[in-house]
């Protein structure tokens, strides 16, 4: 419908530019006519008058003169008729107001002293006027002048009467052809189209629905809709051949995951079980952009690994509504069908309030429970209102999966991270029928570690209410068990690596999550002089990427140290090697992240300052978010990639380096404090809190050989490929169904 408006809008400025343009030159063309006129026959009237005043201006008789003008000016309708001796005095005038302007005179005269008609259009009393001199004579001598004065206002009532009718005629034409113009597009158009992109987005969507092999019938888009009927056709049979051929590689072992195949396994497992799915972070934020309403997905591994479930059952994903336009997409229920350009499952949000955020959000996740379970050296802090606000919040969390799964039996729910420990246990209290999974994304602390926390006893009660807890890593679920055993009063198995209290089993596992990638290359390459370029870059030999949020786990302050180690032992790396740092902000609320971000920048400054030559900087800190593909680019260009966490549970961004190499080129530096480290064991393993070990691995990479790199890097990407998101989340939800 906008295309159809603005349309229009164009055709009606064209048309009234066009109108405005024609209307000017007629109204200019009778202006002259009528000015012509009008001059043409106040001459003759002049001519005629002055033959019979002229004798008589001599004496100055002025009874004989008014006499002769004013019966003048009764036969002729002429607006004034006044006579002056050549001293510029009034003799006679045919009115009794005989009102002469300064202008009026100043014209009179010089027509007496150049011996010559003089005539313009004047203003007198509010009135446009014609006044027309005429010069008087006695043999040679000018004795007088004769004054004619015309109503000149007519011109512009005429030209004002010519732009009323045009824009009157204007108006009429504009309406009616807008009317033509909008039902042609809208009816003739706009409908057949809409209805034939309704027809695609069914199929793309739902090829089971009606209207997905009912299309539009218009005959003048016949030729198009005969296409897309074909192409209909065709995809049609290319699902079913997708779906039939993901069905036979689901028990096959050795075949790769895909989001087709988790697809039909979904269901097949599921059968007709809905899956509740719960987060902090909604999987799509609707924010306004001026007067426009978009929406983007957030830079989330869970998204990715969590979306093909939801969409095999329409499921319902329940998170909190943080956009600035959330509250204005949903219905009545707080609920809204995603993804907005093929919805395939509904997303329910959950508000909360500022003081909320503030104190579950940032307060007692992630000052916290993060900085308790990364052991990443910054103490963290416990309030009791924070608890009480962690503890509120997920009871309200709570609330709406009870009234979303309240008419489903035996429902199943994956509830997301350490921002809801206290969850699962509120919905097994409520439904016992329930079968829960908890995901915990972050690393799980020894015992003696996760022993500080004053609410352990409630955090670890309120997980077992899960039927399965998974991890990153089986050092993680060693951890949780051993701190089960050291904390609660309970039956630990540890064959079957389960817990039971009162009377309920919780099994826990390793799930190592991953990425979306199958292992297959990709067409596109890195195109590093056009990034240089965009960076205003000085080339180099040697390029080195890390990609973090700011955040004190990611080790970011010891890499940069051992960038200044390198440059400082090995001078031949200046002024050759670059490494680009990408560090959106995060948490920025938090005293510590506030503080991390400031000593960064302060650190980047302090070794740029102490080894810049000339145009060229060793390190290049790019402070915003990127969008996954600007990323790649920069992962395609790398020589090295540094992932150097201080404590991760997995840390993606080591897969997403590996996976972004189709040339099997370049060499991740990975820290063995993340999970990641346990499957990429062809990356140069280091602690990264050992500034020379690390110092020496950037040297390592940048003189390894092509065939060592190839020979690494198709390890991993093969590893990656083999162990892809699409099979963590058909291992996770097999075992959690599996459970009796």
Request: proline content about 4%.
């Amino acid at each position: 419908m906008k295309q159809t408006f603005f349309t229009v809008i164009i055709f009606f400025i064209l048309v009234c530019l066009t109108t405005a343009f024609f209307t000017f030159r007629q109204a200019n063309r009778e202006s002259q006519r009528l000015t012509t006129d009008l001059q043409y026959r106040t001459t003759l009237l002049a001519d005629s008058l002055k033959d019979k005043v002229e004798p008589y201006v001599v004496y100055e008789n002025k009874p004989v003169l008014t006499r002769i003008i004013t019966t003048f000016v009764d036969d002729k309708r002429i607006m004034g008729v006044m006579l002056f001796d050549n001293k510029d005095n009034l003799i006679a005038s045919s009115s009794a107001d005989s009102t002469v302007s300064a202008e009026m005179t100043t014209l009179i005269a010089n027509s007496m002293d150049e011996d010559k008609v003089s005539a313009d259009t004047l203003t007198l009393a509010k009135k446009k006027v014609y006044v027309f001199a005429l010069p008087l004579h006695q043999d040679t001598n000018v004795v007088g002048s004769l004054v004619l004065t015309q109503n000149a206002g007519f011109i512009d009532d005429r030209i004002t009467e010519i732009w009323r009718t045009n824009i009157i005629r204007l108006g009429v034409q504009a309406t009616i052809v807008f009317l033509a113009i909008f039902l042609t597009l809208r009816f003739i158009i706009y409908t057949p189209i809409h209805d034939l992109v309704e027809s695609v987005q069914a199929l793309r969507t739902n090829p089971g629905d009606s209207k997905a092999r009912r299309l539009p019938d218009n005959f003048m888009l016949r030729p198009l809709i005969r296409e897309i009927s074909h192409v209909n056709q065709s995809l049609i049979e290319a699902r079913m051949a997708a779906s039939e051929e993901a069905k036979m590689r689901i028990e096959k072992l050795d075949s790769p995951w895909t989001e087709q195949r988790l697809h039909e396994y979904i269901k097949q497992i599921l059968k007709d079980r809905t899956i509740f799915v719960v987060s902090n972070r909604e999987p799509y934020i609707h924010v306004k952009r001026g007067n426009d309403i978009t929406y983007y997905v957030p830079a989330s591994g869970m998204v990715t690994a969590i979306e093909p479930m939801v969409r095999a059952c329409n499921g319902t994903w329940i998170a909190h509504g943080s956009g600035s336009a959330d509250r204005l997409v949903v219905d009545k229920h707080d609920a809204i069908r995603v993804p907005p350009d093929e919805p395939g499952y509904t997303l329910r949000r959950v508000w909360l309030t500022q003081e909320e955020e503030k104190r579950y959000y940032y307060g007692f996740a992630n000052e916290g429970l993060w900085p308790l379970c990364h052991m990443a050296h910054t103490r963290p802090v416990f309030r009791e209102e924070d608890w009480h606000t962690y503890k509120a919040v997920n009871g309200k969390f709570a609330e709406v999966i009870l009234k979303e799964m309240k008419n489903t039996g035996h429902p199943l729910i994956l509830i997301q991270d350490y921002h809801f420990a206290a969850l699962p246990r509120m919905i097994k209290n409520a439904r016992p029928d329930a079968q829960i999974g908890m995901f915990w994304h972050i690393p799980w602390p020894n015992a003696e570690a996760f022993g500080i926390c004053p609410y352990r006893a409630d955090i670890l009660d309120g997980m077992l209410g899960a039927d399965l807890i998974g991890f990153h890593t089986q050092l993680h679920c060693n951890n949780f068990i051993e701190t089960i055993g050291r904390e609660l009063e309970s039956l630990i198995d540890w064959e079957q690596f389960s817990v039971k209290k009162n009377s309920h089993t919780s099994y826990v596992r390793a799930f190592p999550i991953s990425i979306a990638f199958s292992g297959r290359p990709e067409e596109k390459k890195g195109d590093e002089g056009a990034l240089v370029k965009e960076l205003n870059l000085t080339p180099v030999k040697y390029i080195g990427v890390g990609v973090d949020r700011l955040d004190y786990t990611k080790g970011i302050i010891e890499r940069l140290k051992a960038i200044e180690l390198l440059l400082e032992e090995k001078p031949a790396y200046r002024k050759t090697f670059t490494f680009i740092q990408i560090a959106p902000p995060s948490r920025s609320q938090i005293a510590a992240y506030h503080a991390l971000e400031t000593q960064v920048e302060e650190e980047t400054k302090r070794i740029n300052a102490r080894f810049r030559s000339g145009s060229w900087q060793p390190i290049i800190l790019l402070k915003k978010h990127h969008t996954h593909g600007e990323i790649n680019r920069f992962f395609k260009i790398a020589n090295v990639c540094l992932v150097t966490s201080l404590h991760d549970g997995m840390n993606l961004v080591a897969k997403e380096f590996v996976a972004a190499r189709s040339d099997e080129k370049g060499v991740l530096i990975l820290s063995k404090f993340a999970g990641a480290s346990r499957e990429l064991k062809e990356a140069l393993i280091i602690n990264p809190y050992d500034i020379r070990e690390l110092s020496e691995a950037i040297n390592t990479s940048l003189q390894m050989s092509i065939l060592e790199q190839k020979s690494r890097m198709k390890e991993m990407r093969d590893t990656v490929g083999r162990n892809n998101i699409y099979r963590w989340s058909a291992d996770l939800l097999k075992t959690l169904v599996e459970i009796e």
